[in-house]
C-alpha cells in the first residue's frame, strides 16, 4: 500500500527544507543581523575565513576573552569549552571548542562570524551585546581551548 507519491513526497521535502531556510533568514531578523555572504554556515563560510584577526592574541586579549567566555559562553559550552555546560535550551549541543573540526570553520572569521552573527536558536547572535574587539578577543580565548 502506497501511502504518499512520489510528487507528494516531493512536495513534503521541499516544504520542510523551505521552512529551514525561512528560519534561517526569520532567526537572523529576530536577532538583529541579516544574511551575508559572511554568514555562518556548517562546513565553514570561505568569505567568512577570509577575515583577518586584528587583535593580536596577547595574555591581555586572551584574558578579556576568557572574562567574557566565563560570563556569557561557560553556561553552554562548559567551563573548559567542551560543549557539556547544559545550558542549550532548543535542544542543540553546543559546540565542543576543544574539537579538532569546527562545525561553523575554524578559521578566525569563521569563528568570529558565528559569534557575530549566531548559528542557531540555541546560539544567538552577540552583535549587539559585544564590540567587535571583544568578540576579537573572545577569538584570541578560544584558540587556547582549542589547543588544549
Known amino acids: 500500500m502506497k501511502l504518499i507519491s512520489t510528487g507528494s513526497a516531493l512536495c513534503v521535502v521541499g516544504v520542510v527544507l523551505g521552512s529551514a531556510v525561512g528560519w534561517r533568514a526569520e532567526a537572523a531578523a529576530i536577532q538583529g543581523t541579516s544574511l551575508t555572504s559572511r554568514t555562518p554556515r556548517r562546513g565553514g563560510n570561505p ?77 544567538e547572535s552577540y552583535a549587539e551585546r559585544l564590540s567587535q574587539t571583544e568578540i576579537w578577543h573572545l577569538v584570541n580565548y578560544l584558540r587556547t581551548l582549542h589547543k588544549r
Open 47 to 123: 568569505e567568512a575565513a577570509k577575515l583577518q584577526n586584528p587583535v593580536a592574541g596577547t595574555p591581555e586579549s586572551i584574558a578579556g576573552g576568557q572574562r567574557t567566555y566565563k560570563l556569557l559562553c561557560a553556561r553552554c559550552h562548559g567551563i573548559e569549552g567542551r560543549g557539556d555546560g547544559g545550558g542549550a535550551g532548543a535542544g542543540g549541543q553546543p559546540a565542543d571548542f576543544t574539537d579538532a573540526v569546527w562545525d561553523f570553520g575554524g578559521s578566525d572569521g569563521e569563528i568570529f562570524m558565528a559569534i557575530h552573527d549566531g548559528t542557531s536558536a540555541d546560539m
